[in-house]
Each structure stands twice: as structure tokens, then as C-alpha cells.
């Protein structure tokens, strides 16, 4: 059973273009999300979080969105670049219990910017 | 600063064999973490650890096992290679809650 799901394997948008990543979750325990980026041959690199406190969190041309009744997150990337270009995974984690150390993570979405 | 390194980054074996991919990490993280990703899936936790001497299963445990005899090394130990063990293997710390630091993977291949 996942219990973080993203849906789309792939997604191409244009150089300039917004990039929207969609997760949902169907644990109601997660209340820490994270985003990580992953180039082929390397490891992920943490991108963005953002704990269920909040609906919005920024950094850049990064953006995550929580909707905690539709247990649903999204990452905007405002404007695309094809540097961007890369897998994208969804984690999230339980901060009650002491567990907020073990992320599951969706199967990732793969993004294309092309120029 | 090295991060997390992993050793070694490519291997073949042969089905029995067994193995130890290494991991260490210079940060004085406490948690260390092994995960596998399989093709097309996401990274799914085998074994954790929250500090020296502790450690414990994650999802995917069988075949696997960990020791944590310092903060900074965590060596993962495959002891009868199987087929089903072909993975890319990744060693993560973090200080705690949220941000995790990957290794750059290892490629593992058992025929």
C-alpha cells in the first residue's frame, strides 16, 4: 500500500514555464513533507519542506503547497530551467512517536525542461 | 567536506555471495539510514540507525543487516546475495527530523 503516491512518471514543460509536481498521501499521521531532487548517477539533494503548520512554504523559484484536508502537496518551480530537469521525489514523515526521521517516498516524477 | 561517500559505487555478484557496502559520513550526524531504489520505484528504507550501537529494521529488512559501531560509519551487510538484491543502494544521515544527506549510490548486480 503507498502511502505517497505521485501519479504522473513524467512531466515536460517549456524553458520559462511553470513546473507543478503533484504528491498526495494517504497517511493522516504525515505532518512533514519534503521534496528531493535527483540527477541520474547521483544521489537525491533535498530541495524544499514544509511542515503541516503551514500551506505555503517558498525558496526561490521553488514553491510547496500543502492542502492538508485533500492530503495533497504540490512544488512550483516559477521559472523552469533545464537545469531543473531532473527526478523529483515526494517524502513525507510522522513527527509524533519520535519517528520524524523516517521518510517514505513516492516513485518520483521525472522532469523535462526543454529549452 | 566529503558528505556522505560510499563504497564501492559498482559491484557484480554472483548468487551466495555475500557483501558489505561501506558508508561513512564527516557531518556528526547522529541517524544514518541504507534505502534502495528499485527501476520505476521510489527509495524504500532497509535498515536506520539513531546513533552508535542502535539501530533498527526498516521496510524492506530481509537479506540486510547494519551495525553502528561508530557515528560515523554504517556498513550495510548483504549475507546470501539473491537476484531480488539487484538495486541501487543509498546511504543517507541527517541530524534529526526533515533533511537527509545521500551518498551518491551504490549499483549493485547479482546474477
Known amino acids: 500500500d503507498q502511502q505517497v503516491k505521485q501519479n504522473s512518471p513524467s512531466l515536460s514543460v517549456q524553458e520559462g514555464r511553470i513546473s507543478i509536481l503533484n504528491c498526495d498521501y494517504t497517511n493522516s499521521m504525515f505532518d512533514y513533507f519534503l521534496w528531493y531532487k535527483k540527477y541520474p548517477a547521483e544521489g537525491p539533494t533535498f530541495l524544499i519542506s514544509?511542515?503541516?503548520?503551514?500551506d505555503k512554504n517558498e525558496d526561490g523559484r521553488f514553491t510547496v503547497f500543502l492542502n492538508k484536508s485533500a492530503k495533497h502537496l504540490s512544488l512550483h518551480i516559477v521559472p523552469s530551467q533545464p537545469g531543473d530537469s531532473a527526478v523529483y521525489f515526494c517524502a513525507a514523515s510522522p513527527i509524533l512517536g519520535g519517528s520524524n526521521y523516517k521518510l517514505t517516498f513516492g516513485k518520483g516524477t521525472l522532469l523535462t525542461v526543454n529549452p | 567536506n566529503a558528505g556522505v561517500t560510499q563504497t564501492p559505487k559498482f559491484r557484480i555478484l554472483k548468487i551466495g555471495q555475500s557483501m558489505t557496502l561501506q558508508c561513512t559520513q564527516d557531518?556528526?550526524?547522529?541517524?544514518m539510514y541504507w534505502y534502495r531504489q528499485d527501476p520505476g520505484m521510489g527509495l524504500k528504507l532497509i535498515y536506520y540507525?539513531?546513533?552508535?550501537?542502535?539501530?533498527d529494521k526498516g521496510e524492506v529488512p530481509n537479506g540486510y543487516n547494519v551495525s553502528r559501531s561508530t557515528t560515523e560509519d554504517f556498513p550495510l551487510r548483504l549475507e546470501l546475495a539473491a537476484p531480488s538484491q539487484t538495486s541501487v543502494y543509498f546511504c543517507?544521515?541527517?541530524?534529526?527530523?526533515?533533511?537527509?544527506?545521500f551518498g551518491e549510490g551504490s549499483r549493485l548486480t547479482v546474477l
Open positions: 557531518m556528526n550526524h547522529n541517524y
Open positions: 543517507a544521515s541527517s541530524l534529526g527530523a526533515g533533511e537527509l544527506f
Open positions: 514544509i511542515s503541516s503548520i503551514k
Open positions: 540507525s539513531v546513533g552508535a550501537g542502535i539501530t
